[in-house]
């Protein structure tokens, strides 16, 4: 007897957007910049196969691959501050929702 398992990837039509706008950015990045794909592959310490896949923005490229991209590219600081609290609107709503009609001052 033998079991069979199902391996479903969930995608996001979105995401698959987003990535393949950044992998092009970064491409024409790297362009403007005169980096050779074989350059860029390795500062990135990768193959030139890699380099070709986050250029396609293609989603199985891990992130650390996309981060150092970025950070070869001059672009770190940007990736670091993507999520940072002090940019998270959503995030501070939700935080403010839930601060309490009034201050009282314990006796």
Not at 71 to 97: N, P, Q, V
């Amino acid at each position: 007897m033998f079991t069979v398992v199902f391996i479903m990837s969930v995608r996001s039509f979105r995401v698959e957007q987003i990535l393949k706008k950044l992998g092009g950015d970064i491409r024409d990045a790297r362009k403007r910049r005169g980096i050779t794909v074989q350059l860029m592959a390795e500062r990135m310490g990768v193959t030139r196969v890699t380099v070709a896949k986050i250029e396609r923005g293609e989603p199985n490229t891990s992130m650390g691959n996309y981060a150092m991209a970025l950070y070869i590219l001059g672009k770190a600081d940007e990736l670091e501050m993507l999520m940072d609290r002090t940019h998270d609107s959503l995030g501070l709503d939700l935080m403010d929702e839930k601060l309490p009609k009034r201050v009282r001052v314990s006796k």
